[in-house]
């Protein structure tokens, strides 16, 4: 195998769809050769044909000179069969997703590639393990999982098998490095790292909408506006498809033995069922027109009637909740005076235990979400039975400052707070488990699915004390397995240190 740096490193693409297109366009853009090959009749060549005119694309915007993409056409050739695989230094294989046919080409390509050429998988979803096993030489096989689109989507994982040698890992990394991707190294797990922490997002928020919480349009609308991620976890499942992240949640949920900390909803499945896969079929959670555009009306937005409340009292002492009423212009009374809106800042409880706790009147108990930014939507939260005129009152005030309202039913953790410690949660046990480098993690989470920030970064954020209670509280309060927090997280949070400490 030649050097990773070599201007003739060949790279061997098998199969010419989607994914292997866009392998072979980095691999040209890196400066090495590529050779790709497909079964179907024709479809190698007419994958040549999309990659040369993505490269004239380049050209057309000034991205690229007309000699570089002359140069890079040149590099590409069609290969008829594998055996004109025999001068590749890797091979990367993008065909179905079917392990049968996978452990088949692996075990053609062994007998025609050189006795250290390096063979990855670029799989979503199958072990690399049960690829490599059916090989002779299980140590030079590794999965490198590129995302859609290849030349757009920066993230590389690495994926390293049981049986895969280390040096066949860092000359993958070093290849992923030339094509111009940043590679992440991961341990061969359901899911890998970004299918795998990418899930608390989806499967949180399908679950308060199971606990009757809030409702979509209102999930969305929370993480968007105040947590800064670029799409709503129900946004994003209608764009890549029920019959993707359905599939895909199983596969980890199962891969991982039914941990509950990845189990999807019923509601969720019955969407899959149904036929309801999102924008494709224009219905899954939301409804759209033929164009692809959104047509159920959100109702994220709480509407109050009445006036805004003259005063409110505090639930306690807290300067985040007197910082909050300065800044919508609500009045604080000293003492309770039987009439005004209670406000209060649980943290991983719900209205209803944190009143029972204190000793507050729940019916005028208006709870609001401090952990996340509120500068344009605040999500505010009742106990059952709560008195309509206290939200309102609050709810009024809020909306006269110039925010929008979203107004929830009870949940330990509200919206966004619940949502991002079951990230962060989640990346701690990925740290826990030893997947992958701690400062991977966030890498990958925020290069693969554009997060604002990474999961353990976002346990950092909101205090790895405060992540870890939140947990506490939300497992204590609904007995759920799935929120038992992470010995990672509990373990940091105890001692008061940072989530990213080794060890
Ligand atoms: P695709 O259907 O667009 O392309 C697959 C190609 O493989 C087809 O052209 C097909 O003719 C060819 N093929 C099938 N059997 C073959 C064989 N025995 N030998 C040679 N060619 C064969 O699929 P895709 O979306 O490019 O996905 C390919 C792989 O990449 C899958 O393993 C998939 O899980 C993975 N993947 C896909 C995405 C994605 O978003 N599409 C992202 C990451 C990984």
């Known amino acids: 195998m030649r050097d990773v740096k070599d201007p003739e490193f060949t790279v061997g693409v098998v199969g010419a769809g989607v994914m292997g297109q866009g392998i072979a366009q980095v691999a040209l853009a890196g400066g090495m050769r590529a050779v790709i090959f497909d079964a179907k009749e024709g479809a190698a060549e007419a994958g040549r044909g999309e990659v040369f005119k993505r490269i004239d694309r380049l050209v057309e915007k000034g991205q690229l000179d007309q000699a570089a993409a002359e140069t890079q056409k040149g590099r590409l050739s069609v290969a008829s069969s594998l055996s004109d695989f025999s001068g590749c230094d890797t091979v990367v294989e993008a065909v179905v997703e079917n392990l049968d046919v996978k452990r088949k080409i692996f075990g053609e390509l062994e007998g025609i590639v050189a006795e250290d050429a390096i063979l990855a998988t670029n799989t979503s979803s199958l072990p690399i393990a049960s690829i490599a096993r059916t090989c002779a030489r299980p140590g030079r096989v590794a999965g490198m999982h590129f995302f859609n689109p290849v030349p757009l989507m920066r993230l590389v994982e690495i994926i390293e098998g049981p049986a895969t040698e280390p040096a066949v890992a860092e000359k993958l990394a070093a290849l992923g490095e030339r094509m111009g991707r ?8 359901p899911g890998f790292l970004v299918n795998l922490g990418g899930r608390a997002y989806y499967t949180e928020a399908l679950r308060l909408l199971d606990e009757g919480v809030a409702t979509p349009s209102q999930i969305d609308a929370i993480l968007v506006d105040c947590c800064g991620f670029r799409m709503g976890p129900f946004a994003l499942m209608d764009l890549t498809g029920m019959d993707v992240n359905y599939p895909v949640s199983m596969i980890v949920y199962e891969g991982f033995l039914n941990d509950r900390r990845l189990a ?7 969407l899959y069922e149904a036929g309801r896969l999102g924008r494709k079929t224009r219905a899954g959670h939301f409804d759209y027109d033929e164009k692809g555009k959104l047509t159920t009306p959100s109702d994220a937005d709480y509407q109050p009637t009445g006036m805004p409340a003259a005063t409110v009292f505090l639930a306690e002492p807290s300067e985040a909740l007197a910082a909050f009423c300065r800044e919508v212009g609500l009045s604080v009374i000293g003492a309770d005076d039987g009439i005004s809106p209670i406000l209060g800042y ?38 059952p039975g709560a008195d309509h005129a206290a939200l309102d009152g609050v709810a009024e005030a809020i909306v006269d400052a110039g925010r929008s309202v979203t107004a929830i039913k009870d949940s330990p953790g509200f919206v966004a707070l619940r949502v991002r410690a079951a990230i962060a949660n989640l990346g701690a046990a990925i740290a826990e488990a030893g997947l ?10 925020k290069l693969g699915l554009n997060y604002p920030m990474g999961p353990l970064e976002m346990a950092e954020d909101l205090g790895v ?24 997280l509990r373990r940091r949070a105890l001692l008061g240190l940072p989530i990213h400490t080794p060890g």
Do not use: C, F
């Open 264 to 270: 999807t909803t019923p509601h969720h499945k019955l």
């Open 436 to 445: 992958a480098a701690p400062a991977d993690i966030d890498l990958a989470l």
């Open 346 to 383: 649980p943290i991983g409880e719900d209205a209803t235990t944190y009143a029972v706790r204190l000793g507050l009147d729940a019916r005028r108990l208006v709870a609001v979400d401090l952990s996340v930014n509120t500068a344009k939507r605040v999500t505010l939260m009742t106990a």
């Open 465 to 488: 004390a405060t992540t870890h209670q939140v947990m506490e509280r939300l497992h204590a309060i609904t007995g759920d397995d799935r929120y038992r927090s992470s010995l990672w």
């Open 182 to 189: 940043t590679p992440v190294k991961v341990k061969d797990s």
